[in-house]
């Protein structure tokens, strides 16, 4: 059987009705019953669906290469969906929803929200399975970009499916003692998991890439392909500047400063180890600032500050609590 062609050439639209119809479905069972287990679980495997539809209807889905970048993203998404749903079984809610659960259009906005992630970032694995690109020969798979990819990759799901086991692991031992999760690759990065993921999504791209960037591909679908690296670069944007660090840096250090919980133990974690990027924390430590807030990522946006975030009167009441003064730290986080 050759290409099958739906809707447009490059699976655009087809995989967009798919990703509104399956999200839409599990969102309408999650607002009617209030259920919050099946929402990250929906998102990751919205990405097997696509991965699957678009390989089976392409006409090189017998090309190793395209098996491979398909397979990469549905192991990916069920590695990280089985995750979640096992973490919330668990824990039994999610606290992220507790002021968007009653509310539809709140609610409905971070499944729109994931709509746009789930097809943004499939799109390197849709459009190399697009009829466009299927029209033109193939490069045996085996090129440079695609070995370099295959290792990329490797390495990411090890450090994201790890880390993830070594947080959880470490906070089931730890409970709420508020000891500070150093262990494993948390030693070398504040978030692994995070790292692991989009290095997971670059590595697909260049896979995905190849027949591009191998000159057997030209026009629309050379653009297309070269076009799709958005995917990768969306899931970065929104690991840096919206869900990810923006919700764990400042807001986490605040809560620990103003509840006295472990606060000189954590803020010598925070001078010690890199945000992001991995690197040995005794030369992380000794780095300068400047080196600290470019190169390595850890921009002004998620330093705390003492004197500028910090709730006082909840400082204060902490204190006053336990039954002593807390020292002042009017100096903050100066590295």
């Not at 890199?274 to 330093?303: A, D, G």
């Amino acid at each position: 059987m050759g290409t099958v062609h739906v809707l447009d050439n490059y699976y655009l639209i087809i995989t967009l009705l798919i990703t509104v119809a399956y999200q839409l479905f599990f969102f309408s069972i999650a607002f009617s019953f209030k259920f919050d287990k099946f929402t990250d679980f929906a998102g990751g495997t919205n990405f097997i669906v696509l991965a699957i539809i678009t390989l089976a209807l392409s006409g090189t889905r017998d090309n190793a290469r395209n098996i491979v970048a398909s397979v990469f993203i549905m192991l990916w998404g069920a590695r990280l969906s089985g995750f979640l749903l096992f973490r919330i079984l668990k824990t039994g809610k999610d606290d992220r929803f507790d002021d968007k659960r009653d509310k539809f259009w709140s609610f409905l906005g971070f499944w729109v929200f994931q709509m746009l992630w789930v097809w943004t970032v499939s799109l390197p694995v849709t459009i190399l399975n697009s009829p466009n690109v299927a029209q033109f020969a193939q490069p045996k798979f085996g090129t440079g970009r695609d070995i370099a990819g295959v290792i990329l990759y490797s390495i990411g799901l090890i450090m994201e499916s790890v880390s993830d086991i070594q947080k959880y692991r470490f906070r089931t031992a730890h409970g709420s003692d508020g000891a500070v999760c150093d262990v494993g690759f948390f030693a070398w990065t504040r978030h692994p998991n995070y790292f692991g993921e989009i290095i997971i999504q670059f590595a697909i791209f260049m896979i995905a890439v190849s027949p591009a960037a191998n000159g057997y591909v030209h026009g629309g679908a050379y653009v297309a392909l070269y076009a799709s690296i958005v995917g990768p670069f969306f899931l970065t944007a929104l690991l840096m500047f919206l869900s990810g660090l923006p919700l764990s840096e400042r807001p986490g250090a605040k809560k620990r400063y103003e509840k006295g919980n472990r606060w000189p133990e954590y803020e010598r974690y925070l001078h010690r180890t890199s945000i992001l990027i991995p690197f040995p924390p005794q030369l992380y430590e000794k780095m300068p600032v400047f080196l600290k807030r470019t190169i390595f990522l850890e921009f002004p946006m998620y330093v705390f500050d003492p004197a500028k975030h910090a709730d006082q009167g909840k400082v204060q009441a902490t204190s006053a609590e336990e039954g002593r003064t807390r020292p002042s730290d009017e100096e903050g986080l100066r590295s």
